[in-house]
């Protein structure tokens, strides 16, 4: 059970880093951080399951996710006005334009 | 049946969150994320944590995906997508994720980590609100900072602009 939950955990955190380094889309990173963040909240979960101490696992996986939300809104904030400056969410194209 | 159900559901979990790389289309990789948070939630509520599930559907699941969806509409350039050949190179690109995959896992299966937490700490009978208002009370400190400071940076970038 517990090395299924951490090869689980390790495809997600794969999945992430790998989707993260390939995406030239702004608003794609922002999902690919979003994923990674999936297999930390998992892993907070399982760790306080097994460890007999859901409720500090808990609290911190709701902290994890009050940082996650405000991140993200922030991030799609900066996401919007790039756009409107450069008129793309290629990086490589805003790289390109704002050298 | 309870660790089949959670099998399945993990499986899932991945299988979305691969969905939400390779789909093509940025809105329904953003449902597709919306459903891994669905599917987290519910391994959430069978492992005993039904208090950070539901903070898990209703932020990650829901205002989360409706943060994604208002960017994608302010962001919308159709013509982005609809370069030919774009999607088979943005396909390409996901080529070596097997591999790597297959790497880490013999580098896994080699290396055979420790995960016997059990020995590390002793299980506590704290309850949720105990351990949030008392115990970790300097979280809710942290967590209220985090959340001005981030309304103070969307006030900041929608701020409209003097003319001069």
Known sequence: M?????????????????????????????????????????????????????????????????????????????????????????????????? | MNNTVLYILLGLLVFSALLS??????????????????????????????????????VAAGLITAIFASTISLTDNPEADQEPGKNKKRMS???????????????????KPGLDFTSVTSATKDTVQNTIWHVRNLDIAGQILVILAGVFGVVILFKERSKN
């Open chain 2, 21 to 58: 790389a390779l789909i093509k289309n940025t809105m329904k990789a953003v449902i597709a994320l919306a459903a891994a948070s669905v599917i987290l939630t519910v391994i959430m509520f069978l492992m005993g944590a039904p208090l950070a599930a539901v903070f898990e559907l209703s």
């Open chain 1, 2 to 99: 517990l090395t299924v939950i951490f090869l689980i955990v390790v495809l997600l955190y794969i999945i992430g880093f790998y989707y993260l380094i390939t995406t030239r889309n702004l608003i794609r990173i922002l999902i690919a951080l979003e994923v990674l963040t999936k297999g930390i909240t998992l892993t907070l979960i399982y760790v306080g399951k097994v460890t007999g101490q859901m409720a500090t696992a808990q609290s911190m996986a709701i902290t994890l996710i009050i940082i996650e939300v405000v991140v993200l809104a922030v991030a799609a904030g900066i996401i919007v006005n790039i756009f409107n400056h450069t008129d793309s969410l290629d990086v490589r194209e805003i790289f390109r334009k704002n050298k």
């Open chain 2, 93 to 111: 690109r996901y080529i070596y994720l097997p591999i790597i995959i297959v790497i880490v896992a013999g580098i896994i299966f080699i290396m």
